[in-house]
């Protein structure tokens, strides 16, 4: 995975045709971290078919989402089979792996929920 430099957390930035930057390579797991501050970190992922990640978990909470594809996606005991459009929050340290059905294409966003606890930021918009 390629780590970028920490995004500037007052700075506004977009990017355009992030999926065709990042294509689906065979017989392989690809990412690039697209924003990286103390508040949260943005990762887009291409999985190959019959690519997985092993169970781990994260001390963030996170935010996963199927962007194209398929994938079984596994919190705890329970086995997900997301189609594009599906979300799945994992909550601080909660263990989970993933195998792809489909080469496919998963944004996950990372919150540390300790570094917004600590700047005041709101919990509901």
């Known amino acids: 995975m390629t780590?970028?430099?920490t995004t500037d957390l007052a700075t506004s930035l977009g990017y355009s045709d992030l999926l065709g930057s990042i294509p689906v390579t065979p017989s392989s797991t690809t990412s690039r971290v697209v924003v990286n501050n103390s508040a949260l970190r943005v990762v887009v992922f291409a999985f190959d078919e019959g690519e997985l990640l092993t169970e781990h978990a994260s001390p963030r909470a996170v935010v996963v989402q199927l962007l194209d594809g398929?994938?079984?996606f596994t919190v705890g005991d329970?086995?997900?089979?997301?189609v594009p459009g599906d979300v799945i929050y994992l909550a601080p340290g909660e263990r989970h792996a993933l195998v792809a059905d489909a080469p496919s294409h998963l944004?996950?966003?990372?919150?540390?929920?300790?570094?917004?606890?600590a700047s005041g930021a709101s919990?509901?918009?």
Not at 78 to 82: A, L
């Open 3 to 5: 780590v970028m430099a």
């Open 107 to 117: 944004s996950l966003v990372m919150v540390d929920v300790a570094a917004t606890a």
């Open 70 to 72: 398929a994938i079984r």
């Open 78 to 82: 329970t086995e997900h089979h997301m």
């Open 123 to 125: 919990p509901t918009a």
